[in-house]
């Protein structure tokens, strides 16, 4: 039987802070559990699909409140993780935010040059904080594995539903649950991309169109050169006041004005 390849990830994973459980980071797979209450107000039957799912083998189990930030920094910590394939989207919608709706639709249509999530029907489905190069990684790393199916809506937040699906996923062999086939499927064959979402505060001109980007990186680099241009004057202006300062003193100029004055 060939050996499923796996990749150890790296120190830094996962590199964002978030409401989640770690577990197996060899797991093929991660539980995303929709939150529609407050954090410090979490049900316990959510609180428990967490757990269930890190005990049955899942890599990360965590809440998702947001359709903006929230999904940012999931999409960071999983493409942190090679090994992660899958993601089962489970729990309550929010009816402000209406993150499934907006996850679903990411995966299925992506963003737009504005990146705005295309299809989503919550207010603010905007990407901003993270590279098209890690929303694209993402999209292609991860299959979604959404238990929000309104024919029977108990499904989202079942214990028992979560750990067939994980149960599938770490399986060897195509194993089949609900409408899916699954498997283990190996290591996404690229290094792992850590990013945080402090990104755009970093490189702000990377959420431009390539032309205005190259333009904002010639302006940002001609005004850092300007700024080192002045940074240089400024101190051959203090060095040359030193100098001066060091053949007059001021104290000796001024004794021999008194000395003049008294002749």
Not at 40 to 62: M, N, R, Y
Not at 214 to 235: G, H, T, V
């Amino acid at each position: 039987m060939n050996k499923i390849p796996k990749v150890k990830p790296p120190d830094s994973y996962p590199p964002e802070d978030g409401s989640y459980l770690r577990g197996n980071d060899y797991s093929p797979v991660a539980v995303m559990i929709l939150l529609h209450t407050d954090y410090d107000k979490t049900p316990s039957f959510l609180k428990d699909l967490s757990k269930i799912a890190i005990e049955t083998g899942a890599a990360l189990a965590g809440f998702l409140q947001t359709e903006n930030v929230g999904i940012e920094k999931i999409i960071c910590n999983v493409v942190a993780n090679p090994n992660i394939r899958y993601l089962v989207l489970c729990g309550v919608e929010s009816a402000g935010h209406h993150p499934g709706q907006t996850f679903e639709s990411f995966m299925k249509n992506g963003v737009d040059d504005k990146r705005q999530i295309i299809g989503a029907s919550s207010l603010t489905p905007y990407l901003y904080n993270i590279s098209l190069e890690t929303i694209e990684r993402f999209r292609n790393q991860i299959q979604l594995l959404s238990l929000l199916v309104e024919d029977d809506r108990k499904l989202r937040i079942d214990p028992e539903t979560i750990k067939k699906v994980v149960n599938a996923c770490i399986q060897e062999k195509p194993t089949p649950v609900l409408n899916f086939t699954v498997h283990d499927l190996g290591a996404y064959p690229e290094p792992p991309i850590c990013q945080k979402i402090t990104w755009r505060v970093e490189r702000p001109w990377a959420n431009y169109p390539k032309e205005e980007s190259e333009q904002l990186e010639k302006i940002m680099a001609s005004a850092a050169l300007r700024r080192k241009e002045e940074i240089e004057l400024e101190k051959r202006r203090q060095e040359g006041k030193m100098f001066l300062d060091l053949l007059f003193p001021k104290g000796k100029a001024e004794n021999k004005n008194e000395v003049r004055e008294i002749d």
